[in-house]
């Protein structure tokens, strides 16, 4: 998971509750928490960090003006089991490599490649604009 939105929202909701001396909103410290990484220290973070580590447990995230989060973990009728491979990982190069390889046409993304054909073997209207690497 983020280790720094898991600090980030415990040092927030440890100054909201020494503040306001009552236990404070979960969805108003993910605001806080992501707004100080985002606008305070620059890191760019989106919200899924931020709700999947203040909530716990396995969560639905729905997007919208402020997304929130759904504990699901009881409705999926089988345990969950994080594994955490201590890799330290980048996502915009993770996406990047995953980019790369596709437009490559390695074997592995063939299956996604069919998408740009409609039935009847017409192109789709987006098969041009993917063809062209934009997204």
Not at 24 to 35: F, H, I
Not at 65 to 79: E, F, K, Q, V, Y
Not at 110 to 125: E, N, T, V
Request: proline fraction near 6%.
């Amino acid at each position: 998971m983020s280790s720094s939105a898991a600090l980030t929202l415990a040092v927030v909701a440890a100054l909201a509750t020494l503040r306001e001396e009552d236990a404070p909103d979960t969805a108003g410290v993910c605001a806080l928490a992501r707004q100080a990484e985002t606008a305070e220290l620059g890191t760019g973070a989106g919200w899924m960090d931020f709700l999947a580590c203040a909530w716990g447990g396995v969560n639905r995230i729905s997007a919208g003006s402020r997304p929130h989060a759904d504990l699901i973990t009881t409705s999926l009728g089988l345990p969950v089991v994080l594994i955490d491979t201590r890799q330290r990982r980048a996502t915009a190069t993770v996406l990047a490599g995953k980019r790369e390889r596709y437009q490559a046409r390695e074997p592995r993304h063939a299956h996604l490649r069919g998408r740009d054909r409609r039935p009847g073997g017409r192109p789709h209207p987006g098969a041009a604009a993917a063809a062209a690497g934009l997204p």
